[in-house]
């Protein structure tokens, strides 16, 4: 049997401050009404003070690795899939190889909010060769800091998070089954931010311009999303051999809920099939979908033998997905988190 990479840890830290609706409606001109009915997101979340890209993903890496019952010496690997970084150098990674304690090498992995299916791939690979055996996989986002609280339609979607796994060599056959990554950069003006790097320098202009912030298409991006997230279901599922409905969950990039609901539409499969948590965190890019799967797995919504499926989509524009089998560790572990109170 191949040998694959099983999920056997997971974890989640969100900031304590919540930004509803309501708040963002004394910020700009918009109301819960409209983020409501066009996006499903109620709430997000938004970094205190004491919040950083590298805190939060550690917290959420600690999590994952209690959860996995592995030690810091014992990681091989951290991959953090991140476009929100502390510093623009060193990456994020190495600050959150230093803060674990651990002594192994760091990769961060920049596709916006594909990047932590990129990244959970990316590391899969390692695993399936044998040069590692304990990966973290973390994805997070301090996206608030991107963001232009003067623009209605960028400002209402986004929030902060961080989520990460602990991979491990199945012994059974759980782990990811088959994977697509994409990338369509002759799109890349409809979501980015043009004013910071070395094509238009940080300078008074780009301050002046508010071009340090994202900017976003958002009908190309929908369009792009509802294609690429049918697409990709229907293929990372055709590899597994099966179809789209076959699958036991869908954990779908969180970026509206609109988005979702067409494409279940087209996929011709019921929401119940999706996993959503959107209406409380909003569109955490990286983080999106391991918040999603750390909240399904403890909210028992995955047992062991399921087969998940995760599409992403965003920035670059990129998009990415996986089918990953859940094994025992899920059975072991969720009961015990739900009755913890959610964890949050
Ligand atoms: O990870 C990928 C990240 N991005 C996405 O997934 C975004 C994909 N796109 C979307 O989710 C949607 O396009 C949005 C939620 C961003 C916008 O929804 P929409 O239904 O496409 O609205 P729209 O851009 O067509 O705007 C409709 C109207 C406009 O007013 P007019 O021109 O019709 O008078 C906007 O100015 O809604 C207005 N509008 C708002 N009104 C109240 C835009 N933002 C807001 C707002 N509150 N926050």
Redesign the pocket.
């Given at each position: 049997m191949k040998r694959r990479a099983e999920i056997t840890g997971w974890g989640k830290y969100v900031p304590e401050k919540v930004l509803t609706n309501n708040d963002l409606a004394k910020m700009v001109?918009?109301n819960d009404e409209?983020?409501t009915s066009?996006?499903g997101i109620k709430e997000r979340r938004i970094r205190t003070d004491t919040d950083t890209t590298t805190s939060m993903a550690v917290a959420a890496a600690r999590e994952a690795m209690t959860v996995a019952e592995v030690d810091a010496s014992e990681i091989d690997l951290i991959v953090v899939a991140n476009s929100s970084p502390d510093y623009l150098l060193p990456a994020p990674a190495n600050f959150v190889q230093h803060e674990l304690g651990a002594s192994c090498p760091a990769l961060t992995v920049a596709a916006g909010?594909s990047g932590w299916v990129y990244a959970l791939v990316t590391a899969s690979q390692f695993i399936e060769t044998g040069a590692y055996n304990n990966i973290l996989v973390i994805g997070v986002e301090l996206i608030s800091y991107a963001l232009d609280y003067t623009d209605?339609?960028t400002c209402?979607?986004f929030g902060d998070a961080a989520a990460a796994v602990v991979l491990q060599p199945s012994t059974g056959d759980a782990g990811v089954m088959t994977f697509e990554l994409g990338s369509d950069g002759g799109q890349a003006h409809h979501?980015w931010v043009p004013g910071g790097g070395t094509r238009n320098p940080v300078s008074q202009n780009v301050v002046d311009n508010r071009e340090m912030y994202i900017r976003?298409n958002?009908?190309e991006?929908?369009k792009f999303?509802t294609r690429k997230f049918t697409s990709c279901i229907k293929n990372i599922a055709e590899q597994a051999g099966m179809k789209p409905a076959d699958l036991d969950l869908i954990i779908p990039?969180q970026?509206?809920l609109r988005?979702i609901e067409y494409a279940a539409g087209l996929l011709g499969l019921s929401m119940d099939k999706f996993f959503v948590n959107l209406h409380k965190y909003g569109?955490t890019?990286a983080a999106s979908i391991p918040l999603a799967l750390v909240e399904a797995i403890q909210e028992g919504r995955v047992k062991p033998g399921d087969v998940t499926g995760m599409v992403a989509?965003?920035s670059g524009l990129s998009w990415a997905g996986a089918v990953v089998r859940m094994g025992e560790a899920v059975a072991k572990v969720a009961p015990q988190s739900v009755v913890a109170g959610v964890m949050q």
């Amino acid at each position: 049997m191949k040998r694959r990479a099983e999920i056997t840890g997971w974890g989640k830290y969100v900031p304590e401050k919540v930004l509803t609706n309501n708040d963002l409606a004394k910020m700009v001109d918009t109301n819960d009404e409209w983020i409501t009915s066009r996006t499903g997101i109620k709430e997000r979340r938004i970094r205190t003070d004491t919040d950083t890209t590298t805190s939060m993903a550690v917290a959420a890496a600690r999590e994952a690795m209690t959860v996995a019952e592995v030690d810091a010496s014992e990681i091989d690997l951290i991959v953090v899939a991140n476009s929100s970084p502390d510093y623009l150098l060193p990456a994020p990674a190495n600050f959150v190889q230093h803060e674990l304690g651990a002594s192994c090498p760091a990769l961060t992995v920049a596709a916006g909010c594909s990047g932590w299916v990129y990244a959970l791939v990316t590391a899969s690979q390692f695993i399936e060769t044998g040069a590692y055996n304990n990966i973290l996989v973390i994805g997070v986002e301090l996206i608030s800091y991107a963001l232009d609280y003067t623009d209605r339609s960028t400002c209402i979607l986004f929030g902060d998070a961080a989520a990460a796994v602990v991979l491990q060599p199945s012994t059974g056959d759980a782990g990811v089954m088959t994977f697509e990554l994409g990338s369509d950069g002759g799109q890349a003006h409809h979501l980015w931010v043009p004013g910071g790097g070395t094509r238009n320098p940080v300078s008074q202009n780009v301050v002046d311009n508010r071009e340090m912030y994202i900017r976003m298409n958002g009908q190309e991006v929908f369009k792009f999303a509802t294609r690429k997230f049918t697409s990709c279901i229907k293929n990372i599922a055709e590899q597994a051999g099966m179809k789209p409905a076959d699958l036991d969950l869908i954990i779908p990039h969180q970026a509206n809920l609109r988005i979702i609901e067409y494409a279940a539409g087209l996929l011709g499969l019921s929401m119940d099939k999706f996993f959503v948590n959107l209406h409380k965190y909003g569109n955490t890019s990286a983080a999106s979908i391991p918040l999603a799967l750390v909240e399904a797995i403890q909210e028992g919504r995955v047992k062991p033998g399921d087969v998940t499926g995760m599409v992403a989509f965003g920035s670059g524009l990129s998009w990415a997905g996986a089918v990953v089998r859940m094994g025992e560790a899920v059975a072991k572990v969720a009961p015990q988190s739900v009755v913890a109170g959610v964890m949050q």
